[in-house]
């Protein structure tokens, strides 16, 4: 695995703290679908990236592509601005938290 491969697998495990059974569950309830831009279809960017982070946890990292890689980076980074963005207040039921759910990360967690 080259430097660059093992950082992103770094930042990617630090960012995503929800398991492959947790965001596979919680993707199927009414909250996730709910929120995210649906830009030009019927599901959400984040609710398809999270499909798709479900699927990198369940690989073994030899087994990971380029494409993984590549997304695993735009997760972390996603995760890391959003974070960012923390409205005060109680955020357990709120849009901000179901999105970071949708990317595999649960800020209450």
């Not at 995210?36 to 609710?47: L, V």
């Not at 479900?54 to 990292?61: F, G, S």
């Not at 996603?78 to 974070?83: T, V």
Request: glycine letters at 10%; charged letters at 30%; zero cysteines.
């Amino acid at each position: 695995m080259t430097d660059d491969r093992k950082q992103i697998a770094i930042d990617f495990r630090q960012t995503v703290n929800m398991t492959a059974e947790e965001l596979d569950h919680w993707l199927g309830t009414r909250e996730s679908n709910a929120v995210g831009d649906k830009s030009g279809g019927t599901e959400s960017i984040g609710h398809e990236s999270g499909r798709q982070i479900v699927k990198i946890l369940r690989r073994a990292n030899g087994d990971l592509s380029d494409d993984d890689y590549a997304h695993m980076r735009k997760v972390a980074g996603y995760i890391r601005r959003h974070l960012a963005q923390r409205p005060s207040g109680d955020v357990r039921e709120t849009a901000w938290r179901y999105s970071l759910m949708n990317w595999g990360h649960d800020p209450i967690k």
